[in-house]
């Protein structure tokens, strides 16, 4: 699964579906960089975000995680 959502609210949302031992196993900051992988992020919209953002904050503008869970029995 992915998304653009706080982490308490993506592990929430795993939990009331069914996800128990929920954790977070790896975090890595996301910057202005890693955007321009992904066709989402327009070169309009990176060059909005480039002026936008001031330079110090470029390199970190949000974390990507990855989270491990497992699906409870359901009784």
Do not use: H, N, Q
Not at 15 to 36: L, S
Not at 53 to 64: A, F, L, N, Q, T
């Amino acid at each position: 699964m992915s998304g653009a959502l706080a982490e308490r609210d993506f592990v929430e949302r795993l939990e009331k579906t069914g996800f128990d031992r929920v954790e977070v196993v790896d975090r890595k900051p996301w910057g202005i960089e890693e955007c321009r992988l992904y066709p989402l992020f327009t070169p309009d919209l990176i060059e909005l975000m480039e002026r936008l953002i001031p330079g110090e904050k470029r390199d970190r503008i949000g974390d990507s995680i990855v989270i491990k869970a497992r699906l409870g029995s359901r009784s």
